[in-house]
């Protein structure tokens, strides 16, 4: 029975790598993988204990999924006020250099209160269009791919992977900022220091006239929507910290006081235009398929808990690396090249809290990883995918030109992780 959910789980997994060239979405691959491992788990066992493990299961999977449909449609009523055009009209600078430290910084942190995918998209988009006719224009993505994901891996809700440590009790949302935020600013300000210098003193008036008319002031709604969402959102680990309820009620709760602001300020607009603003239209809009996927991940690696596969992994990894922070590095790279989601999901089962309680050095150092490993191919995270779409970036390209920066990035995040672990941190 183990060996053939074993090979389930290889096979779904590589259909999910490999979902440009099979031509098949990962969501669907997931789903099918995570059914039919449950299905062979039930054939060969007590119907009655295993339907209460996968009940048990569900419960642990939707508190992730609830949080994460929370979060995404309070972003869609955002982007449907057109709230992010706030942060396109604060940037006014002209000077490339310039311009890329602040595009950097300015994802590195909004990546920590939304997430590293809405991020980008909002980002790119922005470097699009004001870099219209740029040489630098690919190495702003690049950069934007680093630091989005860098900054979602210091945060509670700045990327999935940390999201679900801090739901399942791994992490604590004051302690992932205070030992993640140093590695993560310098996993991207160390890229980011070799591209100013790389960058030609010819390339300083590239953007000069492409940023385009102003159109009109920023209304009220645009304001008031933008800055209570980013509130709403800061607001759940507060919730969690005061209430001690599970983090998906405080999102939920947040939703919930967003839907009423949105139809108290349009009650007075016709049907019509109230539904172009609504929360009901925000959630059409919402990602489905990746909620989804992640309900199949987390199912399929339900079972390699529940049949205590994991466990003998995590055996293995501790008999052949003496290190844990190597075994930790060696998840980073992986997530490079598979999702990080079911990487962190079976890192979480492989070991327990017992082993390793409560905020544990283990805990914050995979956050770290999982979240910046991605950066290494454009392939390795949701924010580099993206990117790939909105402009067309090659695999190739990316190795050739970000990948080295990644890396370096990468390495960097994790040293100054040690020596603050070591010197400061103790």
């Given at each position: 029975m183990g060996t053939i959910i074993i090979v389930l789980f290889c096979v779904g997994y590589l259909f999910i790598a490999l979902e440009h060239s099979v031509g098949i979405n990962k969501t669907a691959t997931a789903l099918v993988t995570g059914v039919l491992c449950w299905t062979v788990y039930i054939l060969f066992n007590d119907p009655h204990i295993?339907?209460?493990?996968?009940?048990?299961?569900?419960?642990?999977?939707?508190?992730?999924?609830?949080?994460?449909?929370?979060?995404?449609?309070?972003?869609?009523?955002?982007?449907?006020?057109?709230?992010?055009?706030?942060?396109?009209?604060?940037?006014?600078?002209?000077?490339?250099?310039?311009?890329?430290?602040?595009?950097?910084?300015?994802?590195?942190?909004?990546?920590?209160?939304?997430?590293?995918?809405?991020?980008?998209?909002?980002?790119?988009?922005?470097?699009?269009?004001?870099?219209?006719?740029?040489?630098?224009?690919?190495?702003?993505?690049?950069?934007?791919?680093?630091a989005a994901n860098a900054g979602g891996a210091w945060s509670p809700i700045g990327d999935v992977t940390t999201?679900?440590?801090?739901?399942?009790?791994?992490?604590?949302?004051?302690?992932?900022?205070?030992?993640?935020?140093?590695?993560?600013?310098?996993?991207?300000?160390?890229?980011?220091?070799?591209?100013?210098?790389?960058?030609?003193?010819?390339?300083?008036?590239?953007?000069?006239?492409?940023?385009?008319?102003?159109?009109?002031?920023?209304?009220?709604?645009?304001?008031?929507?933008?800055?209570?969402?980013?509130?709403?959102?800061?607001?759940?680990?507060?919730?969690?910290?005061?209430?001690?309820?599970?983090?998906?009620?405080?999102?939920?709760?947040?939703?919930?006081?967003l839907w009423i602001l949105t139809e108290l300020i349009h009650r007075n607009k016709v049907e019509e235009e109230r539904q172009k603003f609504s929360v009901i239209q925000a959630l059409e809009h919402m990602d489905v398929p990746s909620v989804l996927f992640f309900l199949g991940i987390l199912l399929a690696v339900g079972v390699l808990q529940n049949t205590s596969q994991l466990t003998r992994l995590a055996g293995t990894l501790n008999n052949t690396f003496e290190s844990e922070k190597i075994i930790v590095t060696i998840i980073g790279i992986v997530s490079a090249i598979v999702d990080n989601?079911?990487?962190?999901?079976?890192?979480?089962?492989?070991?327990?809290?017992?082993?390793?309680?409560?905020?544990?050095?283990?805990?914050?150092?995979?956050?770290?990883?999982?979240?910046?490993?991605?950066?290494?191919?454009?392939?390795?995270?949701?924010?580099?995918?993206?990117?790939?779409?909105?402009?067309?970036?090659s695999f190739g390209w990316y190795l050739k030109n970000i990948s080295w920066l990644a890396v370096i990035g990468y390495l960097a995040g994790i040293a100054v992780f040690i020596i603050q672990e070591s010197f400061i941190l103790r």
């Open positions: 295993v339907t209460h493990q996968l009940l048990e299961q569900l419960g642990e999977i939707s508190s992730i999924l609830f949080f994460l449909m929370g979060a995404m449609t309070i972003v869609e009523l955002i982007d449907s006020h057109d709230g992010f055009e706030i942060i396109n009209r604060a940037i006014t600078t002209k000077n490339e250099k310039t311009l890329l430290w602040i595009v950097s910084l300015i994802t590195f942190f909004l990546s920590a209160v939304l997430d590293n995918l809405t991020t980008t998209i909002v980002m790119v988009t922005f470097c699009i269009k004001l870099l219209r006719h740029s040489q630098h224009r690919l190495l702003f993505i690049g950069l934007i791919i680093i999201t679900m440590l801090w739901i399942g009790g791994q992490i604590s949302s004051s302690s992932i900022i205070i030992h993640l935020f140093l590695p993560s600013l310098f996993s991207l300000l160390v890229p980011l220091i070799i591209v100013t210098l790389l960058m030609t003193k010819g390339s300083q008036a590239q953007a000069k006239d492409n940023t385009g008319v102003v159109k009109g002031p920023l209304s009220f709604e645009q304001k008031l929507i933008f800055f209570s969402g980013l509130a709403v959102l800061l607001l759940v680990p507060v919730f969690k910290t005061i209430t001690h309820l599970p983090p998906f009620m405080g999102m939920l709760l947040g939703l919930g006081l989601v079911p990487i962190v999901a079976a890192a979480i089962a492989m070991y327990s809290l017992d082993v390793y309680p409560l905020d544990h050095s283990f805990w914050h150092l995979l956050a770290f990883c999982a979240g910046t490993g991605g950066s290494l191919l454009i392939i390795g995270s949701a924010a580099g995918i993206a990117a790939m779409g909105l402009e067309k970036i």
